[in-house]
Nanobody
Framework: QVQLVESGGGLVQAGGSLRLSCVASGSIFSINAIGWYRQAPGKERELVAAISGANTYYADSVKGRFIISRDTAKNTLLLQMNSLKPEDTAMYYC????????????WGQGTQVTVSS
């Protein structure tokens, strides 16, 4: 089993920045891909960014503004979010896959990001 714990959410004005963190523990050797999803009220869950080895994925809506990275020494996944927009407001979830680019096997509890206009 893998446990994922997110932090770093909060309230920020449009144009501001936030950095989300996701600390992984447990059987982390089984993780081959890890990423961030978000879900806004009344909307479907959306994959925001993901990373597996040297490969990364970004949703079109965040390209050029968000950066996903890993601190392997600390078993931590990071999401640097810049130039935030009100439409970025959502609950952000960390998720991990045992087999890269297939189904997501593990989920965190989420951290709320609210961007005011």
């Amino acid at each position: 089993q893998v446990q994922l714990v997110e932090s770093g959410g909060g309230l920020v004005q449009a144009g501001g920045s936030l950095r989300l963190s996701c600390v992984a523990s447990g059987s982390i050797f089984s993780i081959n891909a890890i990423g961030w999803y978000r879900q806004a009220p009344g909307k479907e869950r959306e994959l925001v960014a993901a990373i597996s080895g040297a490969n990364t994925y970004y949703a079109d809506s965040v390209k050029g503004r968000f950066i996903i990275s890993r601190d392997t020494a600390k078993n931590t996944l990071l999401l640097q979010m810049n130039s935030l927009k009100p439409e970025d407001t959502a609950m952000y979830y960390c998720a991990a896959q045992k087999t890269a680019w297939t189904k997501w096997d593990y989920w965190g509890q989420g951290t709320q990001v609210t961007v005011s206009s």
